[in-house]
Nanobody, 121 residues
Framework: QVQLVESGGGLVQPGGSLRLSCAASGFTFSSYAMSWYRQAPGKERELVARIGGAGLYTNYADSVKGRFTISRDNAKNTVYLQMNSLKPEDTAVYYC??????????????WGQGTLVTVSS
């Protein structure tokens, strides 16, 4: 039912840019916040950015502030992560995340399959 599909990862040089996309289906997309997480080798998964349902609220990890921008197009059921000035430490698998309701007052965490971002010269 609920599905998230990421795309846009790849290999980029330090200082370069990538734009990740996440296409959502199976829930009322515009009603809920969406997030991007990442997991680097040997490290725990961490929150990178989050955006509210109407796009009026955003927050970012300190490590990406000023470099990454999260946005959404509710008409396309898609959330984006624009990544600029990429650093080797940004190398990770990036995951799209949602927490739609499955019953009144009950929510389920939904994850995409992940897309690999490698920043290296």
């Amino acid at each position: 039912q609920v599905q998230l599909v990421e795309s846009g990862g790849g290999l980029v040089q330090p200082g370069g840019s990538l734009r990740l996309s996440c296409a959502a289906s199976g829930f009322t997309f515009s009603s809920y916040a969406m997030s991007w997480y990442r997991q680097a080798p040997g490290k725990e998964r961490e929150l990178v950015a989050r955006i509210g349902g109407a796009g009026l609220y955003t927050n970012y990890a300190d490590s990406v502030k000023g470099r990454f921008t999260i946005s959404r197009d509710n008409a396309k059921n898609t959330v984006y992560l624009q990544m600029n000035s990429l650093k080797p430490e940004d190398t990770a698998v990036y995951y799209c995340h949602a927490m739609p309701p499955i019953a009144p007052g009950r929510y389920v965490a939904v994850w995409g399959q992940g897309t690999l971002v490698t920043v290296s010269s």
